[in-house]
Nanobody
Framework: QVQLVESGGGVVQTGGSLRLSCAASGLANGILTLGWFRQAPGNEREFVSAIKWDDGSTHYTDSVKGRFTISRDIASNTVYLQMSSLKPWDTATYYC????????????WGQGTQVTVSS
């Protein structure tokens, strides 16, 4: 049974920092890419960042470049999202998701963790 368990969300003031974690388990076919997405109320889910598991290459949406850093711990199948210089518009539910095959998009999703940035 595949599980993605996020943690680390909370309430922070503008300019503050948070670190999200996502621990993946039960992935018999391994991990190709682990990504972070977010969804604010009334908005569509949007891509935030992703990391390729084999070589650690990263990708970010423009609005978080220079503020967010994605990293991974292969031994524990955990991906992190270090978020700094947070803005009120970063407020959203953040989800991690895993791509297990080059033929699929993101196959499995976590339950989400809430990030609220107060002004």
């Amino acid at each position: 049974q595949v599980q993605l368990v996020e943690s680390g969300g909370g309430v922070v003031q503008t300019g503050g920092s948070l670190r999200l974690s996502c621990a993946a388990s039960g992935l018999a076919n391994g991990i190709l890419t682990l990504g972070w997405f977010r969804q604010a109320p009334g908005n569509e889910r949007e891509f935030v960042s992703a990391i390729k598991w084999d070589d650690g290459s990263t990708h970010y949406t423009d609005s978080v470049k220079g503020r967010f850093t994605i990293s991974r711990d292969i031994a524990s199948n955990t991906v992190y999202l270090q978020m700094s210089s947070l803005k009120p518009w970063d407020t959203a539910t953040y989800y991690c998701a895993v791509q297990t095959s080059i033929d699929s998009y993101y196959d499995y999703w976590g339950q989400g963790t809430q990030v609220t940035v107060s002004s």
